[in-house]
């Protein structure tokens, strides 16, 4: 049921949407043209903290606000995908790929050129899934909303997979970085899908090669930004990330010239209503992708 309250704001099964709310919502549908129905509901619920008490994300009742919101005209939505049916089996298969290999040592220089292969075709998402799963300390999830995965390859020895990056839609409120932007929450709303999270990181514990971390953030920095724009029809300005201060320092990404903002309040990318104080506090990093990206992000520009 959906009930309207004024002109800004909805009531919809039991929810109250403000007009930043909805501001943010069609924003998302505006500059996501890469992503399904079921991806664009995933997203906002995880943006908006819309769940079930068992912390679950409301999709299904979001796809039908969003289905609304077209209905009055707000927003349009892509067409409807034929997707894997509910129930369908989704889990990470481990098989011969993704082995522990050879010890790769060095430097960059020793195993170059170094490069970032755009993840497509079915079997470079099941290596990338398979490596992820086995070998990063968060696993494998499903990636919620925007999202671009690479493998990590270096010429010598040729073709060698050495790694995996993920980019993905960005916090919803992180204090540190919220400061060091300066901006409002209605613009944060508006300008938020300009920031791309650097949600995944690996290289695989058997590749010791100096500097190759900090060589591939280098190469993240000049290459995704033109893949996310053709996936999504969204120019990013900047890359942030959170470190696990208790497991790295952050070593690679100071020598990639990444900005250290300070330590967020340990409640997760998402925790809005503050429900998990204190829990796993990460160190924000943040990385301009042009020298006036604050000025772009406040709207100045």
């Known amino acids: ?13 039991g929810r109250t949407f403000s007009a930043e709310d909805l501001a943010l919502i069609r924003q998302l549908v ?7 129905r079921q991806e664009l509901a995933n997203t906002v619920c995880e943006l908006l903290d819309w769940r079930r008490p068992n912390g ?10 969003l289905g609304e919101l077209e209905a009055r005209g707000q927003l349009q939505l892509p067409a409807l995908r034929v997707t894997r049916p509910r129930g369908s089996r989704t889990s990470v298969e481990r098989t011969g790929r993704g082995e522990r290999g050879a010890a790769l040592v060095g430097t960059v220089r020793d195993v170059a ?28 999830r499903v990636a919620f909303g925007a999202h671009l995965r690479y493998l990590i390859e270096v010429a010598h020895p040729a073709g060698t997979v050495v790694g995996c990056v993920q980019l993905s839609s960005p916090a919803w409120k992180m204090a540190p970085r919220d400061r060091w932007i ?22 695989l514990p058997w590749v010791e090669v100096r500097n190759l971390a ?9 290459e995704a930004p033109a893949h996310w724009q053709r996936a999504y029809a969204v120019e990013p300005v900047l890359l942030e990330t959170l470190v696990d201060t208790e497991r790295f320092a952050g070593t690679c990404y100071r020598a990639a010239n990444w900005r250290a903002l300070g330590r967020t309040q340990g409640r997760g990318r998402q925790d809005r209503h503050h429900r998990r104080h204190g829990h796993a506090c990460k160190q924000v990093f943040v990385h301009p992708l042009r020298p006036d990206a604050r000025e772009v992000l406040r709207g100045e520009c």
């Open 214 to 222: 900090s060589h591939v953030l280098g190469l993240v920095a000049r």
């Open 113 to 140: 050129p170094v490069g970032l292969r755009l993840v497509s075709s079915p079997e470079e998402r099941a290596l990338w899934r398979e490596l992820i799963a086995r070998y990063h300390y968060l696993g494998h």
């Open 1 to 13: 049921m959906t009930t309207v309250t004024d002109s800004t704001q909805i009531v919809f099964k």
């Open 30 to 36: 505006a500059q996501s043209r890469g992503l399904s």
């Open 182 to 203: 300066g901006w409002s929450e209605a613009v944060r709303a508006a300008q938020l899908q300009r920031v791309v999270n650097n949600s995944r990181f690996l290289l």
């Open 56 to 65: 679950g994300l409301k999709t299904w009742e979001c796809k039908e606000l």
